[in-house]
């Protein structure tokens, strides 16, 4: 089970670190990934980390994806937010070569103006 936290309420400009732990998992086994569906949307990529590092477009140069094996968790460090960044985060995890099937609660960001 897949746990996301971290997220909250920031202005515009602002940074937040998403935090991304599990049970029963050992996530460096894994492709891990963070995503998010904002109001009305479909849900889209943000960012991934497996044998390689990859970003959405719209968060590259922003957003850095990180594992801290030691602690069996995998990071989201927001920076420069933006109001269009207001979603909800979901980190998902992948075994090699297949889809990302576990997923994580989710766990809401607000970016104000």
């Known amino acids: 089970q897949l746990q996301a936290s971290g997220g909250g309420l920031v202005q515009a400009g602002g940074s937040l670190r998403l935090s991304c732990a599990a049970s029963?998992?050992?996530?460096?086994?894994?492709?891990m990934g963070w995503f998010r569906q904002a109001p009305g949307k479909e849900r889209e990529f943000g960012a991934a980390t497996g044998g390689y590092t990859y970003y959405a477009d719209s968060v590259k140069g922003r957003f850095t994806i990180s594992r801290d094996n030691a602690k069996n968790t995998v990071n989201l460090q927001m920076n420069s937010l933006r109001p269009e960044d207001t979603a909800v985060y979901y980190c998902?995890?992948?075994?090699?070569?297949?889809?990302?099937?576990?997923w994580g609660q989710g766990t809401q960001v607000t970016v104000s103006s």
């Open positions: 029963g998992r050992t996530l460096s086994s894994y492709t």
């Open positions: 998902a995890a992948a075994k090699a070569g297949k889809t990302f099937d576990y």
